[in-house]
Nanobody, 126 residues
Framework: QVQLVESGGGLVQAGGSLRLSCAASGRTFRNYAMGWFRQAPGKEREFVSFLTWSGGSAYYSASVKGRFTISRDNAKNTVYLQMNSQKPEDTAVYYC???????????????????WGQGTQVTVSS
């Protein structure tokens, strides 16, 4: 079992930055690949970023590539999402998720992940 708790959300002006954190419980955090998703009002949850268990490979959606950076600290059981040059369209609830990597789908899909956090709100004003 892995429990995930996001933090770091808030209100930021366009062009600003926020860093989200996702703290995981359990001693097997290092065995899980981690993803970030977001969901805006009235829209489906969408993929933002993915990081392998070792942190060696990272992937991003086209909408955030070059602006967001995912990282992890396995010693602290925490994954981060650094968000720079934010835009109003980044406004959403952001969720972290953990995957043991055994799914039949791939990391851009929500059913690839076994565990989810409760989400943290990010609002970007214009």
């Amino acid at each position: 079992q892995v429990q995930l708790v996001e933090s770091g959300g808030g209100l930021v002006q366009a062009g600003g930055s926020l860093r989200l954190s996702c703290a995981a419980s359990g001693r097997t955090f290092r065995n899980y690949a981690m993803g970030w998703f977001r969901q805006a009002p009235g829209k489906e949850r969408e993929f933002v970023s993915f990081l392998t268990w070792s942190g060696g490979s990272a992937y991003y959606s086209a909408s955030v590539k070059g602006r967001f950076t995912i990282s992890r600290d396995n010693a602290k059981n925490t994954v981060y999402l650094q968000m720079n040059s934010q835009k109003p369209e980044d406004t959403a609830v952001y969720y972290c998720a953990a995957s043991p990597g055994r799914g039949s789908t791939t990391y851009i899909y929500t059913d690839y992940y076994d565990y989810w956090g409760q989400g943290t709100q990010v609002t970007v004003s214009s």
